[in-house]
């Protein structure tokens, strides 16, 4: 009786083993089908560009299309809470941009939280905007124009692309960081806002440099810094509000994010391959012409990118008490 007795318990651990086998298979094998990247915004902005980049070099190296899906909504909320409910296994991933960090304290009542539920895969760039203003503005300059705000508190009109938008809290950490007081004026969108800026109808705006660097570069706006940290290889003469205003910094940033719980075998091939990406020649320059400098980082590294800047944008949030809309 021992014997067969053995048989069947080897019998029976073979089958309780076979559930888990595909799933171990499925992501060592990763990917098997097409998969779908989430942006959370419509076609033709930024965010979107920088999926359809993504998507396409997955797609070319894995044998698999990886598909842009837009899901505009809610600054971005609706996109994000979709991949949130995924199941993690690697065919819905997430855009990740600014938009998450701030909006972790922007909204008081989301259905998800960010750092918890979603799974940094990779850092993908990092973009600079421009503190721009009109031709007619007698500030030529960071100093000058701080000078001229404070001689007129609450009287220069500073566009944004939003409540709660990059442009909105660029701008509110200059405010605080340079001790000065623009009042914002929202549009529904930063093109609008560029719109009254070329026509004075406002008087300063905080940019993203993809959108506004032709108008700079034409005379027809004047660029008096990049926001960044460093100096911007497209406006290497421009200089930094950091210059002026030390320690200040405020950029924009992508990634590839994914649900909780997805198969570490799964994010490090996305890690490799995008790394890949962004030290390929010709990437590396269509990253330029966005404005942007390519930013690899491991997962955990990404994991603690995220976190600081989720923390960075909840202080200016919180000081200026900026609500949704």
């Known amino acids: 009786m021992k014997l067969p007795r053995r048989k069947f318990l080897h019998l029976a651990a073979g089958v309780a083993a076979l559930p888990a086998m595909p799933r171990v298979a499925s992501a060592l094998d990763y990917p098997t089908r097409p998969a779908r990247i989430i942006v959370g915004y419509a076609a033709a902005g930024p965010t979107d560009i920088t999926g359809r980049l993504v998507g396409q070099w997955l797609s070319e190296r894995l044998g698999q299309q990886f598909i842009i899906e837009n899901r505009p909504g809610a600054g971005s909320n609706v996109g994000t809470e979709l991949v949130v409910r995924a199941t993690p296994d690697g065919y819905t991933l997430l855009l990740v941009n600014t938009a998450n960090a701030i909006n972790a304290t922007l909204y008081d009542k989301l259905n998800f939280n960010f750092i918890r539920d979603i799974a940094p895969v990779a850092s993908i760039m990092r973009t600079n905007s421009l503190m721009l203003v009109n031709p007619s503005s007698p500030a030529k300059t960071v100093p000058e124009f701080i000078a001229y705000a404070k001689a007129n508190p609450g009287k220069i009109n500073m566009a944004t692309a939003g409540v709660g ?161």
């Open 165 to 325: 938008s990059p442009p909105h809290v660029y701008g509110a950490l200059f405010n605080a960081m340079a001790g000065v007081d623009l009042t914002p004026v929202h549009y529904r969108g930063g093109g609008l806002g560029l719109v009254d800026l070329l026509g004075g109808q406002v008087q300063v705006m905080f940019e993203g440099i993809t959108s506004s660097i032709e108008y700079a570069r034409a005379g027809k706006l004047r660029a008096l810094a990049v926001t960044s940290a460093t100096r911007s290889a497209a406006l290497p003469d421009i200089p930094t509000v950091g210059e002026f205003v030390p320690g200040y910094e405020a950029s924009g940033w992508f990634g590839l994010g994914a649900p909780k719980n997805t198969p570490a075998q799964i994010i490090d091939t996305l890690n490799r391959e995008i790394d890949a990406e962004l030290a390929d020649p010709a990437m590396k320059a269509r990253i330029a012409d966005l404005g942007g400098s390519p930013t690899p980082m491991t997962p955990a590294e990404f994991a603690k990118f995220i976190a600081d800047e989720t923390e960075k944008w909840g202080k200016v949030i919180r000081a200026a008490n900026i609500k949704p809309e």
